[in-house]
């Protein structure tokens, strides 16, 4: 069984940078591909940022140039950098991983842009 823990959300004014982590239990170099996801309240969950075992990334329209997914392989962590926040970032952030058929996700970590 694959657990996800997620870290690194908070309130934040807008313009500011948050680093959020996804600490997997499993070895995350064997998912075929892990992602961040948001749900603001009242939407559905959407893809912000995903990271494929080779090591591509793609992001959502949103978060291009603002947003950067990464993954530290010794730590079993995956990243998202997000600068430049807007009131409009706000929701829980939510990381996925994806292994052969199944899929996993964490219990997410809320973000907050206000002033």
């Known amino acids: 069984q694959v657990q996800l823990v997620e870290s690194g959300g908070g309130l934040v004014q807008p313009g500011g940078s948050l680093r959020l982590s996804c600490a997997a239990s499993?070895?995350?170099?064997?998912?075929?591909?892990m992602g961040w996801y948001c749900q603001a309240p009242g939407k559905e969950r959407e893809l912000v940022a995903s990271i494929i075992r080779g090591g591509s990334t793609s992001y959502a329209d949103s978060a291009k140039g603002r947003f950067t997914i990464s993954r530290d392989n010794t730590r079993n962590t995956v990243y998202l950098q997000m600068n430049s926040l807007k009131p409009e970032d706000t929701a829980v952030y939510y990381c996925?991983?994806?292994?052969?058929?199944?899929?996993?996700w964490g219990q997410g970590t809320q973000v907050t842009v206000s002033s």
């Open positions: 499993g070895n995350i170099f064997s998912f075929n591909r």
């Open positions: 996925k991983a994806d292994w052969g058929s199944a899929s996993y």
